[in-house]
């Protein structure tokens, strides 16, 4: 279970790469009566299948005295169901010679498993059962509580920096729910009763609210028929879903604190608050990332890493999610180095992008390195599954796993510039410094 | 839009019919297994003798060149890593290129490359391919090979060599490879500091001009291009590539231990010991048993449900993972199992682990674990297919290993053939608990004893050279503690001499990424001071005088437990030896240890705190070359220590130039100054 980990934005970003093939990928869609939406994509090219389910709740959907339920969820949901045992969910996949996992961000839950193409009915079956009749009873919630546990000691306690992203999301959202993380409260979770899991299980895995998107050696009538077999009979869940519609609102001066980790090396972080992802000025500070951050011969890389010798590691990470989210500029000073002095450096590399425009030859040069990530980032069908479920739930258009590429190629050199002046201010940011422990008490 | 509608209107209409035919209650049952289609790559050879082996596919616009060399291992000597640093210096500037404008020009096309010993890889998006291939030409045919890059790379080299030097996996890995393959085969070779700093250009660049040769070579092109367009692009950048001889070798085959035992490398510091169960095996790569060899290694050690790691993770709890590995190799394979355990398990580990390699070499496997390492097995081959590049490793293999034209293509179809006693055949010829290298990496004060009923325990040193840890006969007659210490004032530079010091300076520093750390350290007798400083920056201080001891983080005081300040007090000698009478200290001669490859006497100091300190003296130069000392730390037990060489004579006294004081780590300073006899301010220690 330790393998199923919460995943932010950070990771869904990876997903986002795919695209610019020359080749258009093909797809077939439709929604079933239940109002599931299903996308199949047929490679036969190895005999292999993905089958993934995305459910559209994340951990903004989750009641602010109920923190942590969606992640908690996707342990629960491996308990076990009507006609599975407890236990077995994970065997069954062993046994056929697959793999699967699961993990849950801020919007949404995905679920998958890769099997030898022959298996596609088990697939079906599995995830079927996790929907259709899931077991929620105590003996389930108990142990799963212990596990989350120990999964927030491992990657976030005990994990160092593994508290950026909570104690960031705090500070910069006073409103939304963005303003806790997926792993949530282990109070919350204490203080649940059975009824109010089986609530969240019948608001949320619905067939409304689910995607599947199965790729790889298939044939679609086949599939389509097997589909209709496993979820069809699924009823409509019915209720309506809390989708949050709150604002957040503007931040209006810069937020700084100092947090005291176990770590070794110290480190800064800046948060600036971006627009929701799929908007033009989202693609811009993509781009702008690329040029601050991606690879060596990049400007923050290169000037605070190689040439002033100030920082082990920087980067430039946009955080976009459903609902506007985060630019984070992540600094790790050399030993010894002083974390004012390296954010100086971050600070006068912003004014920079902030005064001049980028060359052509560096526009070029950044406009290849994310046609080549796009290109080499889908190469695999868990990629494309995954990939078609995003498009599909956040844009309500998989076809934008083809045409995405386009977005960021309409970026020019002022938007950059223009971005950079709009987000990348100081008002607009968290920053946190992050210290040793040992230097709590000075 | 029409066709969606469409679509769910056929379903909506047979979908009542079609729920009633599924059983829900059990698992589906698998359809028939799907044929593999493996892919035939296109080849062809260069008059050069250059192998190429072009795979089509078009899924992205992306192509990926990979260029093996097929040679046999080289051997070294006493130069070792010269190989692998051939390879990497290809990437450091050619002749049309500093390395600065290649990076540039790299990462200007959004491309990359690497190269290796054996061979370089380069990829891009397709319509990159013309500036990838003049830059991988670059590269591969014009390396300049600059002198300062290798020193660069030299350097780099040593801090990593550091830095793994104390590691307990890095010392197994380079032991096990020394004990299963012997000094005498490349395989048992690694690199040392001694052997990296002998290197010169001049092996490079011979080993650059021998191996890069096209008729050892298979270029693997994988991606967007036609076999037509491969073919014109290598034979027009590719043909003039000269061949040359290339020297073939041949080295006995090592044979595993005609009896098990132990063999225990020594490592004081420990808190976990390192355990591989190892020996060599003959297993050639497509061989017959390779296949039934990979399904018996996957319920031994394969995966989280292997035996093993039920046993010693799941059951005992003695590890967070143990598994096994039993590899194929064209020369020689080899197999290991392993697993890092707590001290106080050690012995009880390497039982479940004997008993567990007896078992299944006796009693075989069942048919369930057949079935779920079948299955297991077959997914993963199933998986590594989606990678055009396997298709590529798959024709390479079969073309470098003479293996049958369809081995690849029947893989699964042999590995469902594998029964229940092919695997009892394969463990009782493969599985040798009888004749392994129980080799640990550990404490042997804590685990050398209750190793001992797995097998005779031969210690081996962090080279992998054996010796004798009680060979109190080589302590000459009639030596003693004292006697050693007579000749450590001698080796100074004369008791009287160094009896008239009454102070000293030392300052010694080290660098750590771009860093300077200083140590500097002033003793009067009486009185210490050490302050550990970075840049103008003082990040800790420890102060001694007649009235206390205190210790300083950042400005800020620490506190101290009574016992740590009565110990530092004897901080304050500058020749400790020469007063242990006064300060009531009990010493003994304990023995020989060998302390960096040389033999030093060793001399165990209990201060009057109870405290006891280890010092090793050089048996030839008389110097004290260690100190160790155990401690208490919030995580049990703890032992630093520092190791002193490079001596070199300071106003007639001997000071070490080079000063690695470990703690948990190792950090190696350098002498800057030392100074004898110097004018102490008075608020020095205060």
New interface residues.
């Given amino acids: 279970m330790m393998k199923r980990l919460i995943i932010g934005s950070l990771c869904l970003l990876m997903a986002f790469g795919s695209i ?4 258009e990928i093909e797809f ?6 239940n109002g599931m939406h299903v996308i199949l994509h047929q490679d036969n ?4 299948v993905v089958v993934s389910v995305m459910y559209h709740v994340g951990s903004k959907n989750e009641n602010p005295d109920r923190t942590g339920f969606a992640h908690f969820f996707e342990h629960l949901l491996f308990e076990g169901s ?2 599975i045992e407890r236990g077995q969910f994970d065997k ?1 996949i ?6 699967n996992n699961a993990n849950t961000s801020n919007d949404r839950t995905y679920y998958y498993e ?9 697939g ?2 599995l995830e079927s ?1 996790r929907l259709m009749h899931a077991k929620i009873q105590e003996i389930g919630v108990e142990t799963q509580r212990e596990v989350v546990k120990e999964e927030k000691r491992q990657r976030y306690d005990n994990q160092p920096y593994g508290t950026i992203l909570p104690e960031i999301m705090k500070r910069a959202y006073t409103e939304h729910p963005y303003r806790w993380t997926p792993i949530g409260s282990l109070e919350h979770l204490n203080a649940a009763s059975l009824d109010e899991f089986v609530e969240f299980y019948e608001t949320f895995y619905v067939p409304e609210n689910a995607t599947l998107s199965i790729a790889g ?1 298939i044939e679609i009538e086949e599939a ?2 097997l589909i ?3 979820f ?2 699924i009823p409509r869940g019915g209720k309506e879903i809390p989708r949050p519609d709150i604002v957040e609102p503007e931040q209006k001066e810069e937020v700084r604190d100092t947090i005291y980790d176990n770590i070794q090396l110290p480190a800064v972080i800046q948060a600036y608050h971006m627009p929701a992802q799929g908007t033009e000025d989202s693609y811009a500070l993509e781009m702008l990332s690329t040029a601050l951050s991606g ?3 990049a400007r923050m890389y290169k000037s605070l890493v190689d040439e002033q ?1 100030k920082a ?1 590691q920087v980067a430039a990470i946009p955080f976009s999610s459903e609902d506007p989210g985060l630019y984070l500029l992540f600094g790790l000073p ?4 002083d974390l004012k002095e390296l954010e100086d450096a971050m600070d006068a590399e912003i004014k920079k992008v902030q005064k001049e425009l980028i060359s052509d ?1 560096e526009f ?2 950044i406009r ?2 994310k ?3 796009f ?2 980032g889908n ?3 868990a990629g494309i599954a995954e990939s078609l479920a995003n498009y599909h739930v956040y844009y309500g258009d998989a076809n934008l796993f083809n045409k995405e590429i386009d977005r960021y190629m309409k970026v020019t050199k002022e938007d950059i510039k223009r971005v950079a002046n709009e987000y990348l201010t100081e008002d607009n940011r968290v920053v946190l410094y992050y210290l040793p422990k ?2 709590q ?2 | 839009m029409i066709k ?1 509608i469409y ?2 209107f056929v ?2 209409l ?2 009542s019919v ?2 009633a ?2 059983d ?14 493996i892919g035939e790559p296109t080849t062809f050879t260069l008059k050069n003798g250059l192998k190429v082996f072009v795979v089509e596919n ?5 192509v990926a060149f990979s260029l093996t060399f097929d040679r046999d291992p080289v051997l070294e000597g006493d130069k070792a890593g010269y190989v692998s640093m051939a390879g990497q210096m290809l990437m450091k500037g050619t002749k049309n290129r500093t390395k600065a404008e290649l ?2 020009d790299i ?5 990359n490359i690497n190269t290796f010993s054996t061979g370089m890889y380069a990829t ?3 319509k ?1 391919q013309d500036k990838l291939m003049e830059l991988m030409k670059d590269v591969l045919f014009n390396p300049a090979f600059p002198e300062d890059e290798l020193e660069k790379l030299k350097k780099q080299t040593l801090s990593g060599l550091a830095a793994s030097k104390d590691d307990p996996n890095a010392i197994a890995s380079n032991v096990r490879g020394k004990l299963v393959y012997g000094d005498e085969h490349p395989y048992g070779e690694f690199e040392t500091e001694e052997s990296v700093e002998k290197i010169t250009l001049d092996e490079i660049k011979a080993y650059y001009n021998t191996y890069f040769r096209p008729n050892i070579g298979y270029l693997a092109i994988v991606g ?1 291009i036609t076999p037509k367009e491969a073919k014109k692009l290598i034979k027009k950048n590719f043909s003039d590539w000269e061949k040359g001889d290339v020297p073939t070798a041949e080295y006995e085959m090592p044979t595993p231990p005609e009896e098990t035992y132990v063999a225990l490398v020594d490592r004081e510091a420990s808190v976990q010991s390192v355990i591989n169960v190892t020996y060599p095996v003959n297993l050639p790569i497509g061989g017959e048993d390779v296949i039934t060899a990979r399904v018996l290694n996957q319920i031994l050690g394969g995966g989280f ?1 292997s035996r093993l790691m039920q046993n010693l993770r799941e059951k005992n709890a003695f590890t967070y993972g143990a598994r096994s590995s039993l590899s194929a190799d064209e020369y020689v394979g080899s197999f290991t199992a392993s697993a890092s355990v707590r001290n106080e398990v050690t012995d009880s580990a390497v039982n479940e682990f004997m008993a567990e390699l007896m078992k299944i070499n006796k009693e075989g496997v069942t048919q369930d674990e057949l ?2 390492a079948k ?6 081959f ?2 590594s ?3 055009p590049q396997t298709v590529a490793s798959f024709a390479i293999n079969t073309a470098r290993y003479n293996l049958p034209e369809d081995y690849y293509a029947n893989y699964l179809k042999n590995l469902e053939a594998v029964t229940l006693e092919d695997v009892k055949a394969a463990a009782q010829k493969y599985i040798l608990p009888n004749n392994a290298n129980i080799l640990v990496v550990g404490k042997g004060a804590e685990i050398a004893e209750n190793l001992e009923k797995f097998g005779e325990v031969k210690y081996f040193n962090k080279k992998g050279n054996e010796y004798d840890p009680n060979d109190k006969t080589a302590l000459p007659e009639g030596l003693t503690a004292n006697k050693v210490f007579e000749n450590y004032f001698k080796a100074l530079g004369g008791k009287d001499k160094i009896s008239s010091i009454e102070s000293m300076k030392t300052v010694y520093t080290m660098s ?4 300077t750390l200083t140590f500097t350290e002033i003793k009067d007798n009486d009185n210490f001071k050490q302050e550990v400083g ?2 103008p ?1 003082v ?1 800790s201080k420890v102060l001694v005088n007649d009235d206390e001891v205190k210790a300083f ?4 005081e620490v506190p101290l437990p009574d016992e740590a300040k009565s110990n530092l007090k004897s901080n304050t000698f500058i020749f400790p030896e020469l007063h242990y009478a006064d300060m009531g200290v009990t010493t003994e001669l304990t023995g020989i240890e060998t302390v960096n490859d040389k033999d030093a006497y060793v001399v165990s100091v209990t201060l009057p705190s109870g405290q006891v300190t280890k010092s090793y003296f050089d048996t030839e130069s008389g110097l004290k070359v260690k100190t160790s000392a155990t401690q208490k730390g919030p995580q049990g037990e703890v032992t630093v220590y520092e190791e002193y060489s490079d001596f070199e004579a300071i106003d007639g006294i001997m000071v070490p130039k080079k000063n690695v004081k470990f703690q948990g780590r190792p950090l190696n300073t350098e002498l800057q100054s030392a100074e004898f006899n110097i004018d102490i301010k008075e608020d020095t220690f205060n």
């Fill in positions: 610019a093939q020359k080749k077939t869609e439709f929604d079933l009566d090219s190895t005999p292999i009507k006609n069954y062993t046994n056929a010679g697959g793999v890769i099997l030898p193409s022959n298996q596609l009915e088990l079906l079956w059962e050696d389509k028929k209709e077999d496993y069809g009979p690879g060596q011969s010798q082990l050399t030993i010894g180095g030859k070029e040069k290849n390195q046609e080549n990530d290109i080499s190469s695999r069908m040992s230097q008490n000075q | 969606k679509i769910s379903f909506a047979f979908a079609a729920i035919q599924v829900r209650t059990t698992a589906p049952e698998p359809s028939p297994a799907k044929e593999i289609n078009h899924k992205l616009p992306r990076d540039e990462d200007f096309i959004g491309a891009s998006l397709t990159h967007d449900s079935d779920a299955a297991s097995i077959a997914g993963s199933a998986r297919l989606e990678s750590m990424q771009g860093q970075m840049g920056m990040m983080q950042q400005g800020q």
